[in-house]
């Protein structure tokens, strides 16, 4: 092994480790599977954190595409990671930080600053060990002090960017003691024309991982139905793993009942006694049982919650999705999601809009499908149906204000359109000079302060709240006054920042500078969501005092 002093790696930090690889094609639910996984060993008594390995170029997620790549989720520090990093938060109910998540991208900068700083004293620095060491060391650090640390590896098997990491992996299994690390591939099984459970891509996946230098320990296939026993053994067979060590993952309504299919296959269980910590868990009557009796809950009704953005893509929202579904956990009702395409001519033709119970304006950048949003917002404000506005849909209802009831007409933000005579949302003093586009929002967590007595304040239950950023504009200053003027009550603030806002004469209009999607748990939902279902449901009657913005 090479020294400290050479690699910065230190092979003693960590416990108990789950590699999660996937086979055949990507998006089969590795996220899903690990995170399932771990939500049952929280159940049974145990620390759990997750890395997720992303060997894509980027050092992390903020500039890539949410059409191709899904959205881009905010940690508490400001990580801007892969939405699998949210998966773990939501089924852990565990704050990831950016340590937790490794990309390609992250680790070749630091051995590279590393080189030119002449940290390596004259070796030549290569991918054994100097990149294997780096991609250790990270696991390790983020899996400090927990009992069990789950690591997905992004991509499929095979994937010439994967090399490096399931080469460190190989490493890492010599260093372990063999009760202390599990290997988990997840494959496809398809069917055939003639409804065949098909085992010939996972035995090719499998044949694949061998040839690395890794053997699986655990087989989960990925299929619409549960795998049949013969079908199972003979996997077994071609795999080299007992018939006890390869599972089903199949098809669910819902990706929270899949700790639920976790649990019925023994998953869990086997995890637990392959890593030696049966006789450390929780009987199963003292276990948590507060995730199966959550989302098995008996619905009393259904509510339709337009969803207005210009993304056609459901992992392009899907914190906002998740979020609207814990809170309608949290009420007891279905949450029924419907799509408003607003780069459309004219979005309020939309029977998704017009039908809807309420609606919500998600973040977002650039100035395609700006115009469809306001005049979304125009529609919930004109109309008295609830909404909730995110980010830019924070953004944009400050600028329907200003256009459609101060008369402001050529009214916008800086970032649509740099000629606006009244720049209402305008960039952010500190951003004025950023040349860099990645990381360089305001990102994370920050703290803001709640008008007593407001709507905000309500739905808070607190004259404070901690939410997460990501933001490069704001609401101008120096328009503070003329909004006085209306309804609008600025109700959250940071500083002199606008963060909150709100309609005194509305029966529910709220719009977030931050993103409180990003904190909203199956266990814990969101309060602006929860806020929106109750004023769907006419539970909330609400009509916020005037309150004056200070100029």
């Known amino acids: 092994m090479p020294t400290e002093s050479d690699t910065g790696y230190d092979p003693t930090l960590g416990n108990k480790f789950v590699f999660v690889t996937g086979g055949v094609m990507s998006g089969l639910g590795k996220g899903i599977t690990a995170a399932s996984t ?14 997720k390995i992303d060997p894509y170029l980027n050092v992390d997620a903020g ?3 949410p059409f191709q790549h899904g ?68 696991i390790r650090e983020a899996a400090e002090g927990t009992d069990v640390c789950l690591v997905e590896v992004g991509g499929t098997v095979g994937d010439i960017e994967g090399m490096p990491y399931l080469e460190a992996l190989r490493q890492f299994a010599h260093e372990q003691d063999d009760n202390d690390i599990l290997f988990a591939h997840v494959t496809l099984v398809p069917y055939s024309k003639n409804g065949e459970q098909k085992t010939k891509p996972t035995q090719h996946s499998v044949k694949e991982l061998r040839s690395i230098g890794l053997q699986p320990d655990i087989l989960v296939g990925r299929c619409e139905d549960k795998l049949h026993p013969d079908v199972k053994e003979k996997i077994a067979l071609f795999c080299d793993v007992p018939v006890d060590a390869v599972f089903s993952n199949p098809d669910v309504e819902d990706i929270y009942h899949v700790p639920l299919m976790v649990e019925e296959e023994g998953l869990d269980e086997y995890v637990m006694e392959e890593l030696g910590l049966a006789d450390r868990a929780l009987p199963a009557e003292e276990r948590d049982n507060r995730w199966r009796e959550l989302v098995t809950q008996e619905r009393t009704g259904e509510v339709d919650i337009a969803l207005v953005g210009k993304y056609d893509l459901e992992d392009a929202y899907m914190s906002v999705n998740e979020a609207l579904k814990h809170a309608g956990l949290e009420k007891g009702v279905d949450v029924n999601v419907r799509w408003v395409d607003s780069d459309e001519d004219d979005v309020t033709e ?17 100035a395609r499908g700006t115009e469809g949003k306001i005049e979304a917002i125009r529609y919930a404000r004109e109309n008295d149906v609830p909404f909730l506005g995110l980010c830019l849909g924070f953004q944009m209802a400050v600028v329907d204000i200003a256009r459609n009831v101060l008369g402001y007409e050529d009214a916008h933000s800086a970032e649509m359109d740099e000629e606006t005579p009244h720049p209402v949302i305008d960039i ?66 940071a500083g002199r920042r606008m963060e909150i806002l709100e309609l005194a004469d509305h029966p ?36 916020a005092p005037e309150t004056e913005v200070e100029a």
Request: glycine share 10%; net charge negative.
């Open 38 to 51: 771990g939500r049952l060993l929280k159940n049974a008594g145990f620390d759990v954190t997750a890395v």
């Open 350 to 366: 939309s029977t998704n809009l017009t039908e809807a119970d309420g609606i919500v304006v998600p973040g977002g950048f650039g």
């Open 428 to 493: 952010l003093p500190e951003q004025e000079h950023t040349e860099d586009m990645g990381g360089t929002m305001r990102l994370g967590a920050h703290q803001t302060d709640i008008t007593p007595g407001t709507l905000a304040a309500d739905l808070y239950e607190s004259n404070v709240c901690t939410e997460r950023h990501r933001h490069r504009y704001e609401v101008n200053p120096e328009y503070f006054e003329d909004f006085a003027e209306t309804s609008l009550v600025f109700s959250g603030r």
């Open 63 to 65: 500039t890539m595409n």
């Open 71 to 138: 959205e881009v989720y905010v940690l508490k520090d400001g990580g801007e990671v892969d939405l699998d990093l949210g998966n773990y938060e939501r089924f852990l109910d565990e704050d990831m930080t950016f340590d937790h998540n490794v990309t390609t991208g992250k680790t070749y900068q630091h051995v590279i600053e590393k080189e030119r700083a002449g940290d390596y004293l004259g070796k030549t620095v290569q991918i054994i060990p100097h990149i294997t060491d780096d991609i250790k060391r990270r």
């Open 508 to 543: 529910y209009f709220i719009g977030t500078q931050f993103h409180p999607e990003f904190r909203s748990r199956p266990t814990r939902a969101s309060p602006p969501f929860v806020g929106l279902l109750e004023a769907v449901l006419g539970e909330r009657d609400w009509s």
